[in-house]
C-alpha cells in the first residue's frame, strides 16, 4: 500500500514537472518588442528619401544596400518589381546595371595586367598587337594603330563613330560579335588623335571585353567569374540576355519613359557584354564596389600598385580612370539604359559605400535628363554625408 501511494506522489510530481517544461518551452503570447540587436531595423528617415525620389520621378522600384567600414547595414527594396503583376521588388530582385558594367570591365583589364598578361599600353591593332588584323578587310589607318588599352579604357580613342558621330555599337544588331567588329573595323572613325580627347563611346569597352576573351582564352563572363565574381562572393552577377523572354530568374521588368518607353527590350544588350551587359542584385554590386575601394576593410581584388593605375585618369579626363571615376572624395560609376538607371558610389575617407539601382529611367533623350541625374547623384550623395549615426553596427554580409 505505501509502495503504491509513493508511486502515485512520484508521478503526479513528473506529471507537474514535465507541464512546467513545456510551458516554459512554449511561444509567449507576448511578442519582444525589442528586436535583436544584430537584426536590421527600419530607418524612417532613409527611407523617407528613397520613396520620394521614387514618388517624384515615377519610378517604380527600387534596391538599396549600404556599407559602413565594410559592414552591410542597410539593405531594403522600395516599390515593384513588376507593375502589371503587383509584384513587390525584394532584395534578391537582380537589374541590369547598364554602364556600371564598365566598371567589372576595368577590373577584368586590370587583373590581366596585375598578373603579367597584358599592359595598359599595349597596342590593340595591326601586326603584332594583341588582336594584330584579325578583324576588319581594309587596311587600318595610322589612328587605329596607336590605340592601346589604355585608350580604350580611358574613352579617349577618339572614336570608334559612324555617320553623325554616333557609337557604332548599336549599329547592324543582327551581326554576330565577330561580324560586327569586323564591321565596325570598316565602317566606324576615330575623330581624334588616340589619346589627345576624352571621347566617351560605348565600343571602347565592346574592344576590352574581347581583348580578356583573346588574352584569357575564355569567354569575357567566364574569365570574369573565375578571376572576380567567385572569390567576392557575389553569385547574383550575370549576363543580360537578348528581349524579354531572355529575363534571368529574379530580374525586373524595366519601365522607360517619353522617348525611351518601348525600346527596353529592343537592344542587343548580348553584344554589350563589356559596355553595359552586367545583371545582379545591390547587395552583391556593393559588395563588388568594396572589392575595388583600397581601403583594408574588406579584401580587395587588385594590389595597392595595380589599384593606382586602375583609378588614374588621363591628361584628358584626370576623373575617369580604367572604368572608374574620381570626383572629390568619392569613387563611382553610373549606368542608364531604357528602364534601367544604377549607380555605386563609395566615400575615400568616411567609410560608406552605397549601390542603388532602379528598373525605371527618366527619358535621357530629354532635354530635362539632366535635371533627373542630377538629383539621382544628390540622393547618393546624401546617403553618403548625412545622417551616418541611424545605423545599427551590424553586418548582413
Not at 578587310?137 to 580604350?152: E, F, I, P, Q
Request: net charge neutral; aromatic share 12%.
Amino acid at each position: 500500500m505505501k509502495t503504491q501511494t509513493f508511486f502515485s506522489t512520484s508521478l503526479r510530481w513528473l506529471s507537474a514537472f514535465l507541464l512546467l517544461i513545456l510551458i516554459s518551452c512554449s511561444d509567449s503570447s507576448d511578442p519582444d518588442p525589442t528586436p535583436p540587436a544584430d537584426k536590421q531595423e527600419d530607418i524612417a528617415v532613409i527611407d523617407g528619401k528613397l520613396e520620394a525620389f521614387l514618388t517624384t520621378h515615377k519610378i517604380p522600384g527600387a534596391t538599396l544596400a549600404i556599407s559602413k567600414n565594410g559592414k552591410l547595414v542597410y539593405k531594403k527594396p522600395y516599390g515593384l518589381a513588376n507593375v502589371e503583376a503587383n509584384e513587390k521588388m525584394t532584395n534578391e530582385h537582380r537589374m541590369r546595371v547598364a554602364s556600371v558594367s564598365k566598371t567589372f570591365a576595368g577590373l577584368a583589364i586590370m587583373k590581366l595586367v596585375q598578373d603579367g598578361k597584358i599592359s595598359l599600353d599595349d597596342k590593340v591593332f595591326g601586326p603584332g598587337t594583341i588582336l594584330g588584323t584579325t578583324y576588319g578587310t581594309k587596311a587600318y589607318s595610322d589612328r587605329v594603330t596607336k590605340v592601346t588599352v589604355r585608350h580604350l579604357m580611358q574613352m579617349t580613342t577618339g572614336g570608334w563613330v559612324v555617320a553623325g558621330n554616333r557609337d557604332a555599337i548599336d549599329y547592324q544588331t543582327n551581326l554576330t560579335n565577330d561580324q560586327f567588329f569586323s564591321w565596325m573595323m570598316d565602317n566606324a572613325t576615330l575623330t581624334f588623335e588616340p589619346g589627345s580627347q576624352y571621347y566617351y563611346v560605348n565600343t571602347n569597352y565592346f574592344v576590352a571585353s574581347r581583348i580578356v576573351e583573346k588574352i584569357s582564352g575564355k569567354s569575357y563572363y567566364q574569365y570574369m567569374k573565375e578571376s572576380f565574381i567567385d572569390p567576392i562572393g557575389i553569385p547574383s552577377t550575370v549576363m543580360a540576355k537578348n528581349g524579354i523572354a531572355g529575363k534571368q530568374s529574379d530580374e525586373v521588368t524595366y519601365y522607360g519613359q517619353g522617348g525611351t518607353k518601348g525600346f527596353e527590350y529592343n537592344l542587343n544588350i548580348e553584344r554589350r557584354d563589356g559596355d553595359a551587359g552586367i545583371v545582379i542584385n545591390a547587395v552583391d554590386l556593393l559588395k563588388f564596389s568594396l572589392a575595388i575601394d583600397g581601403n583594408p576593410s574588406r579584401p580587395d581584388v587588385l594590389n595597392a600598385a595595380t589599384f593606382a593605375q586602375f583609378v588614374q585618369g588621363s591628361s584628358a579626363n584626370q576623373g575617369f580612370g580604367n572604368g572608374i571615376v574620381t570626383w572629390n572624395s568619392v569613387r563611382y560609376f553610373y549606368g542608364a539604359l531604357p528602364g534601367t538607371r544604377s549607380s555605386y558610389m563609395y566615400h575615400t575617407s568616411n567609410g560608406m559605400a552605397v549601390a542603388l539601382i532602379f528598373n525605371g529611367n527618366a527619358d535621357y533623350t530629354a532635354n530635362t535628363y539632366n535635371t533627373f541625374a542630377i538629383a539621382h547623384q544628390d540622393l547618393l550623395l546624401d546617403l553618403l554625408n548625412n545622417n551616418l549615426n541611424v545605423y545599427k553596427d551590424i553586418d548582413q554580409f
